[in-house]
């Protein structure tokens, strides 16, 4: 038994998918999904420009701006390994939901436009990455156009990214004249070929970077070739494993995802270097992926998926053991058992009833507003599980209502969104409008259309005078009940019911620093 769970977890490879808007993620995960046989044919994971829409598309918002709001999950099987993939929305506004995504997996997929380079979104992605030590595989993607200098965009991602590439495939041209990629390591080249109908494992392959056959081919490039590879790797880094999974090394391929082309060196990667689920740290200890009991926490929750059923989907990580499904799990933080009859996975998009669930895998258990981000959940066991961010907001907005006997609607709808990690709510001492606070002014948005759609309720938000919100604590109990009593004008509590202190400027916020050196004021809250 023990056994077999410790298998099971070896199998697993939880990564997650980032990248700048538009450089080509969407296009990637579909082909991972078409090449490892989880869907048929192109064009059922998100066609934001054709007009077919997937599951994930469920907010008009999200098909009016052709972003990704929402983040989905989806696992396939790859050799004997199953695969949870893990997207990501690109959109800045949303890189709250994306951090907590991050927490989640145990490596990352790093789609870049060869075209562009590195990209303010995916410098930020990286950060977080960098936070945990994240695994880091790159895909330059786009060679079929174009694009820049190989070289110079390795340069660009070791001194902006701060983090040493080790090409692993090498492109032969690129445009109109891309040939192809030679695989460094395994000496072979792939012979490219444009159109979406190739499978990845279909493109030809010459052995050697010295066969005859190439000069045939290539009479005129394969001087330069040749010259060009000794200059690489003698310039660049060999790829190393201890380095890649210490996140300080990035493996770096090159290809057209549009094309298929690239795709199974990527997920080859993924499944032989990427690591497995490792031991994570909860506040009473660090859990074993191979343990016997089962474990996880709420990373993510989603509202209304399907709005037929208006259900709500909590994502949880499993951290150890076995979940099958109708067995008893504990919701740890409200200490009640929860029989999970209906958790459901998520084969490519599709939802499916959970059978069985090991370390890495992602289940989703449907609730009623019970659960919440960072929650932990075991077979009883108290389990802490820590490092789940939600970050101080930039942009606050007050709330009110146009017809005031929806009042409890509101109420319901903001607390709901606010436990979604959709948006942070306030609820200020003083008894005022209930603040909003988003990192993207996007978020604002969203919630207004949700409300409107989801709760019947017409919210007009209103500008309001703060600057920055901090979570406030103090060991010293006494301490921070002055606190509170003589600051009750900034005070207020935030949908998971914590304190947190919402400064009009810097300024204040410096001097109530100053004048309470007892208290610490946190900018990020990480949960628990
Ligand atoms: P996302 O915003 O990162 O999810 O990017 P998408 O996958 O939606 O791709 C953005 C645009 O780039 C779309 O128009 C794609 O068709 C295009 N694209 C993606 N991969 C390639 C590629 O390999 N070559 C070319 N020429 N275009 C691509």
């Known amino acids: 038994m023990l056994n077999m769970i410790q298998e099971q977890a070896k199998r697993r490879r939880t990564f997650a998918i980032i990248s700048h808007p538009d450089a080509g993620k969407t296009t990637l995960t579909e082909k991972l999904l078409l090449f490892s046989g989880?869907?048929?044919?192109?064009?059922?994971?998100?066609?934001?420009?054709?007009?077919?829409?997937?599951?994930?598309?469920?907010?008009?918002?999200?098909?009016?701006?052709?972003?990704?709001?929402?983040?989905?999950?989806?696992?396939?099987?790859?050799?004997?390994?199953?695969?949870?993939?893990?997207?990501?929305?690109?959109?800045?506004?949303?890189?709250?939901?994306?951090?907590?995504?991050?927490?989640?997996?145990?490596?990352?997929?790093?789609?870049?436009?060869?075209?562009?380079?590195?990209?303010?979104?995916?410098?930020?992605?990286?950060?977080?990455?960098?936070?945990?030590?994240t695994p880091i595989v790159t895909f330059m993607n786009k060679y079929d156009r174009e694009v820049r200098d190989s070289?110079?965009?390795?340069?660009?991602?070791?001194?902006?990214?701060?983090?040493?590439?080790?090409?692993?495939?090498?492109?032969?041209?690129?445009?109109?004249?891309?040939?192809?990629?030679?695989?460094?390591?395994?000496?072979?080249?792939?012979?490219?070929?444009?159109?979406?109908?190739?499978?990845?494992?279909?493109?030809?392959v010459i052995k050697g970077i010295d066969n005859p056959r190439l000069d045939e081919l290539f009479p005129l490039e394969m001087d330069n070739l040749r010259a060009e590879i000794e200059l690489v790797q003698a310039a660049s880094n060999e790829f190393n494993l201890e380095e890649f999974l210490a996140g300080e090394l990035?493996?770096?391929?090159?290809?057209?995802?549009?094309?298929?082309?690239?795709?199974?060196?990527?997920?080859?990667?993924l499944v032989n270097w990427a690591p497995a689920p490792q031991g994570r740290a909860a506040l009473e200890r660090v859990v074993e992926p191979g343990e016997e009991k089962f474990s996880g926490f709420v990373f993510k929750i989603q509202a209304n998926m399907d709005p037929k059923h208006r259900d709500r989907i909590a994502f949880l990580r499993v951290c150890s053991g076995e979940f099958s499904r109708g067995m008893k799990i504990k919701h740890l933080r409200i200490n009640r058992e929860i029989a999970a009859s209906s958790v459901v996975t998520f084969m490519s998009h599709e939802r499916e009833l959970v059978e069985e669930a090991f370390a890495g895998d992602i289940i989703g258990i449907p609730n009623h507003g019970n659960i919440q981000i960072g929650d932990s959940f075991s077979e009883g066991e108290v389990l802490t599980y820590t490092g789940i961010p939600f970050f101080a907001p930039e942009l606050f907005r007050g709330v009110r209502i146009k017809n005031p006997l929806k009042m409890k609607q509101?109420?319901?709808?903001?607390?709901?969104?606010?436990?979604?990690?959709?948006?942070?709510?306030?609820?200020?001492?003083?008894?005022?409008?209930?603040?909003?606070?988003?990192?993207?002014?996007?978020?604002?948005?969203?919630?207004?259309?949700?409300?409107?759609?989801?709760?019947?309720?017409?919210?007009?938000?209103?500008?309001?005078?703060?600057?920055?919100?901090?979570?406030?604590?103090?060991?010293?109990?006494?301490?921070?009940?002055?606190?509170?009593k003589a600051n009750g004008m900034n005070l207020s509590i935030d949908a998971g019911g914590n304190l947190a202190y919402l400064a009009p400027n810097?300024?204040?916020?410096?001097?109530?620093?100053e004048r309470w050196p007892d208290i610490v004021f946190n900018e990020t809250r990480e949960l628990n």
């Open 38 to 133: 989880a869907i048929q044919s192109a064009g059922t994971v998100k066609g934001k420009k054709s007009g077919k829409f997937a599951t994930s598309d469920w907010m008009d918002i999200e098909k009016q701006r052709g972003i990704s709001v929402a983040s989905s999950v989806m696992q396939f099987d790859y050799r004997d390994h199953t695969v949870n993939l893990l997207d990501t929305p690109g959109h800045q506004d949303f890189s709250e939901d994306t951090y907590r995504v991050l927490t989640a997996v145990d490596s990352a997929l790093m789609v870049i436009d060869a075209a562009k380079g590195v990209e303010a979104q995916t410098i930020k992605l990286l950060n977080v990455c960098r936070m945990r030590n």
């Open 151 to 204: 070289l110079e965009l390795l340069d660009e991602v070791e001194s902006v990214l701060q983090i040493r590439c080790a090409p692993v495939t090498w492109p032969i041209g690129m445009g109109k004249n891309f040939k192809g990629v030679y695989h460094i390591l395994n000496d072979e080249i792939y012979l490219f070929e444009a159109g979406a109908e190739k499978l990845s494992h279909e493109f030809e």
């Open 250 to 269: 990035t493996p770096v391929f090159f290809g057209s995802a549009i094309n298929n082309f690239g795709v199974r060196e990527i997920l080859d990667a």
């Open 410 to 484: 509101l109420q319901k709808g903001l607390q709901q969104l606010g436990e979604e990690g959709a948006v942070q709510v306030f609820k200020p001492h003083n008894g005022g409008d209930l603040i909003l606070g988003a990192v993207g002014v996007l978020q604002f948005e969203v919630v207004a259309s949700r409300l409107a759609a989801e709760y019947g309720v017409d919210a007009i938000f209103d500008s309001a005078s703060i600057w920055s919100a901090r979570w406030v604590s103090c060991p010293d109990k006494k301490k921070l009940a002055e606190f509170e």
């Open 506 to 513: 810097r300024v204040n916020l410096n001097l109530t620093q």
